[in-house]
T-cell receptor, first 119, second 113 residues
Framework: AQTVTQSQPEMSVQEAETVTLSCTYD???????LFWYKQPPSRQMILVIR????KQQNATENRFSVNFQKAAKSFSLKISDSQLGDTAMYFC????????????????WGAGTKLIIKP | DSGVTQTPKHLITATGQRVTLRCSPR?????VYWYQQSLDQGLQFLIQ???????AKGNILERFSAQQFPDLHSELNLSSLELGDSALYFC????????????FGDGTRLSIL
């Protein structure tokens, strides 16, 4: 069964520092998609970044980038020049292909990492 | 703004009651997902609909049910409510295709007194 593990329940860094959140997953599939979502104190769920497994190039969105290591099944999120507004829960998610009568895709979620940016 | 609309934003009710949460997906999205998030917890997948048909079930209680209507909006019905049902309920939608992320609504905060 596919699983997603976020081993850091909570992290805190000073504003402007760089922080890396870890995520590992387990799957036997060769092609899949990975996502990072952010949930600030407002509790909204916001898509941060996504990575396609068949692409070797790491995805980047402004200050957010990933370090995707397919062989190690690792998908870490790096936040550069962290800002107070980055304070949030961060969830890693793996898109699972459900084979059946109709093709279907579901997200498998990690437990989340609470990130606190200190002024 | 994700384009996913959930109503109401807040709901306060008593044990034993029944409530209905509503979700309108983004324009063009055929899949609707329902999640439950208790305080300081992760997301628990409840159920998924695709173009009006149930596609997948997660940890959804028998007291809960959902449906997706021809106009693609969805409703989650919670009955015989218990204190433990207090949570944030999210709806998400996605476009057809394997690489399409889920886009979330702002959630409905349900409080059971």
């Amino acid at each position: 069964a596919q699983t997603v593990t976020q081993s850091q329940p909570e992290m805190s860094v000073q504003e402007a520092e760089t922080v890396t959140l870890s995520c590992t997953y387990d799957t036997s599939e060769s092609n899949y998609y990975l996502f990072w979502y952010k949930q600030p104190p407002s509790r909204q769920m916001i898509l941060v970044i996504r990575q396609e497994a068949y692409k070797q190039q790491n995805a980047t969105e402004n200050r957010f980038s990933v370090n995707f290591q397919k062989a190690a099944k690792s998908f870490s999120l790096k936040i550069s020049d962290s800002q107070l507004g980055d304070t949030a829960m961060y969830f890693c998610a793996f898109m699972k292909h459900v084979i059946g009568r109709d093709s279907n895709y579901q997200l498998i979620w990690g437990a989340g990492t609470k990130l606190i940016i200190k002024p | 703004d994700s384009g996913v609309t959930q109503t109401p934003k807040h709901l306060i009710t008593a044990t034993g009651q029944r409530v209905t949460l509503r979700c309108s997906p983004r324009s063009g999205d055929l899949s609707v997902y329902w999640y439950q998030q208790s305080l300081d917890q992760g997301l628990q997948f409840l159920i998924q609909y695709y173009n009006g048909e149930e596609r997948a079930k997660g940890n959804i209680l028998e007291r809960f049910s959902a449906q997706q209507f021809p106009d693609l909006h969805s409703e989650l019905n919670l009955s015989s409510l218990e204190l433990g049902d207090s949570a944030l309920y999210f709806c998400a939608s996605s476009s057809p295709g394997s690489n399409q992320p889920q886009h979330f609504g702002d959630g409905t905060r349900l409080s059971i007194l």
